[in-house]
């Protein structure tokens, strides 16, 4: 009787021991990234992706641990973003994550089951920003009033502009919302715009010669993955015609733009990582309220802005969120 009750209460031991160490392996979850225009090789090294890998990580997720990050991009040909969603859904991933409009847009097109977190929620993405109802939610940067605060804030740069380029892409369906914004802002100000169609970098040089040619005095860049690709380039020439140049993102004034103002990509970045974190819990897409962005910078580079023989107001200056020196 006490060799068989030993064996029992073992053999029991044994069992629960093992159904213990299987209930603590950690559930292994796969998130599916598409970037729009930086290619993979970048990535690691790209400040907004960072910091969503940093907010997972404090949400409990840790890559190798119980999270599969898997980074994919469309390095601008958004054709292919059907493609790779097949790709990262045939392996299992949980959530896609896109980084742009154009993107999500895409990737809406090719799943209507797998949810997808968007760092830029625009139109048509969602029913409403309160109960989106499909697949799709996230964070929007949209603001009616931004494209017309960056000519307001390029006006109080340089207060004597009468002529300004307006970069912008038709295949960005946001850009008409941006033209229209900043045409009331224009007829405030007095300020005559001439919309410049840019599809490839290959049109960055004509860009900026027929620029010169019309005596544009200043541009405005409408947001755009491509031309955040290639800023390097756009403001190289920006520097090289001598020309006034307002952005929307950061990144373009830490390369030598002269300014920037826009919703921070850094921030929504980390906080898309919060949206990953619910749906992994079991929330649905279609009953998570896109949240706006809270978080716009200004951010003015004072070295470029002396190069230009430019005199920044201590006003601008003061509202400045970063001044580079």
Not at 119 to 143: D, Y
């Amino acid at each position: 009787m006490r060799r068989r009750k030993f064996i029992a209460l073992f053999g029991g031991a044994a069992l629960a021991g093992s159904l213990s160490g299987h209930a603590q392996q950690p559930r292994l979850y796969r998130v599916g990234i598409i970037l729009a225009v930086l290619p993979v090789s970048e990535l690691l090294t790209y400040p907004p992706t960072s910091a969503f890998v940093q907010g997972l990580r404090a949400l409990g997720y840790v890559e190798g641990k119980n999270l599969v990050l898997e980074w994919r991009s469309a390095e601008t040909r958004y054709e292919r973003v059907p493609e790779i969603v097949r790709e990262l859904e045939s392996n299992n991933v949980d959530v896609l994550v896109a980084s742009t409009y154009p993107v999500a847009l895409a990737a809406k097109d090719a799943t209507q089951t797998t949810p997808i977190v968007i760092v830029s929620v625009g139109t048509g993405l969602v029913t409403s920003l309160s109960r989106p109802g499909g697949n799709v939610t996230g964070l929007s940067g949209m603001n009616d009033e931004i494209s017309g605060k960056r000519l307001a804030l390029l006006n109080e740069l340089a207060p004597r502009l009468t002529r300004v380029a307006v970069i912008r892409n038709s295949s960005v369906p946001t850009h008409a919302t941006y033209w229209k914004e900043t045409e009331v802002t224009a007829r405030k100000l007095g300020v005559a715009l001439h919309p410049i169609e840019v599809r490839g970098p290959e049109d960055f040089e004509a860009t900026f010669a027929w620029a010169m040619q019309e005596k544009v005095e200043a541009l405005l860049f409408f947001d755009d993955p491509l031309t955040v690709r290639y800023r390097h380039q756009v403001v190289r020439l920006a520097a090289k015609h001598q020309l006034v140049a307002m952005y929307g993102f950061r990144e373009f004034t830490e390369e030598g733009g002269l300014m920037s103002y826009g919703a921070s990509n850094f921030d929504a970045f980390r906080r898309a990582a919060n949206f990953v974190d619910k749906i992994l819990k079991g929330a649905k897409p279609a009953d998570l309220p896109v949240e706006q962005a809270t978080k716009f910078e200004l951010v003015i580079n004072l070295k470029t802005a002396v190069a230009l023989g430019l005199t920044v107001p201590p006003a601008l200056l003061a509202r400045a969120d970063e001044v580079i020196e």
